[in-house]
Nanobody, 121 residues
Framework: QVRLVESGGGLVQAGGSLTLSCAASGSIFSFNAVGWYRQAPGKQRELVAGITSGGTTNYADSVKARFTISRDNAKNTVYLQMNSLKPEDTAMYYC???????????????WGQGTQVTVSS
């Protein structure tokens, strides 16, 4: 069974850095587009950054020049390097990936359980 597991969240002071990881496990045939989302209390979930299987990236305006998304296809892992963190970056961060399991015909969308990022002022 395919799983996505996020890690790397925590408590950091404003101006600090964190690196989140999203690792896919299971019988994976292809690991395609991946997005990092976040949801703060009382707010809608929003896309923070995305990366295609070929490495093309996109970012929310609020994180451009501060966050970097990257991937290691050999490890089926996507990273989110977050620098110059601000209190408004505080949220639960989720990974979403389009994956095709071995032996399956269709690609499906999977979500991880989330990792909490808290930035203190």
């Amino acid at each position: 069974q395919v799983r996505l597991v996020e890690s790397g969240g925590g408590l950091v002071q404003a101006g600090g850095s964190l690196t989140l990881s999203c690792a896919a496990s299971g019988s994976i045939f292809s690991f395609n587009a991946v997005g990092w989302y976040r949801q703060a209390p009382g707010k809608q979930r929003e896309l923070v950054a995305g990366i295609t299987s070929g490495g093309t990236t996109n970012y929310a305006d609020s994180v451009k020049a501060r966050f970097t998304i990257s991937r290691d296809n050999a490890k089926n892992t996507v990273y989110l390097q977050m620098n110059s963190l601000k209190p408004e970056d505080t949220a639960m961060y989720y990974c979403n990936a389009d994956l095709k399991e071995s032996g399956r015909l269709a690609t499906k969308s999977y979500w991880g359980q989330g990792t909490q990022v808290t930035v203190s002022s």
